[in-house]
């Protein structure tokens, strides 16, 4: 069973503050993907990663893939109240495989 | 990208009640995956619904309590039988998109 743990589980920060959440895995992933749910929504993709090493910008976040395919990062520069959600990543085996998620990072964002 | 809507959004039933869900996506797709996300949790897989084929369900569901529709392309319903107060939880949608899964807004079930 291929598991991917995140860390921090929850996050509180003050408005202006960067902050980096973490997905990690003993497994390979062909690919992974970010989503952010916030209350009462379904998660949304932000971005899907596939190559290692890789390193996706967008906008204030910034996404990386591990070398070796077993990791991944998000790292927010100046985190706004509206970065306020639930940070899941969720990682593939093949294009058409079912995503394994991780247990999700709350973070909050306090003006 | 694909744009799903789900129906209901909300629901309250009484124990031993049965509710079905539906989905709705703006475009074809093969794939369309069940899930649930119990309060402060992550998304569990319930069952994967390919059109012109059965649902293949997860370990730990079972056709019986979570029996699935998919009669085309664009649509499918999961219908949560027989509840207990444990079912209540968001029940999402979603489907597969050159490579990349896409949700539905969720269904809150609370059952009492």
């Known amino acids: 069973t291929q598991l991917l743990e995140q860390s921090p589980q929850f996050l509180s920060i003050q408005e202006g503050e960067n902050l980096t959440v973490y997905c990690n895995s003993s497994?390979?992933?062909?690919?992974l993907q970010w989503y952010r749910q916030e209350p009462g929504e379904g998660p949304v993709l932000l971005v899907t990663?596939?190559?290692?090493?890789e390193v996706k910008k967008l906008k204030r976040l910034t996404f990386q893939f591990g070398d070796a395919r077993k990791d991944s990062s998000l790292h927010i520069t100046a985190a706004q109240p509206g970065d306020t959600g639930l940070y899941l990543c969720?990682?593939?085996?093949?294009?058409?495989?079912?995503?394994?998620f991780g247990k999700g990072t709350m973070l909050l964002v306090s003006p | 990208s694909a744009v799903i809507s789900q129906k209901p959004s909300r629901d309250i039933c009484q124990r031993g009640t049965s509710l079905t869900i539906q989905c709705q996506v703006d475009?074809?797709?093969?794939?369309m995956f069940w899930y649930r996300q119990q309060p402060g949790q992550s998304l569990t897989l319930i069952a994967t619904?390919?059109?012109?084929?059965?649902?293949?369900?997860e370990s730990g569901f079972v056709i019986d309590k979570f029996p699935i529709s998919r009669p085309n392309l664009t649509f499918s319903t999961l219908t949560v039988s027989n509840m207990s107060p444990e079912d209540s939880s968001i029940y999402l949608c979603?489907?597969?998109?050159?490579?990349?899964?896409?949700f539905g807004p969720g269904t809150r079930l609370t059952v009492t």
């Open positions: 979603s489907v597969l998109n050159s490579y990349e899964q896409y």
């Open positions: 990663v596939v190559t290692g090493g």
């Open positions: 619904a390919n059109q012109g084929s059965e649902a293949t369900y």
């Open positions: 475009s074809q797709v093969t794939m």
């Open positions: 497994s390979v992933f062909s690919s």
């Open positions: 969720a990682g593939a085996n093949g294009g058409y495989s079912t995503l394994t």
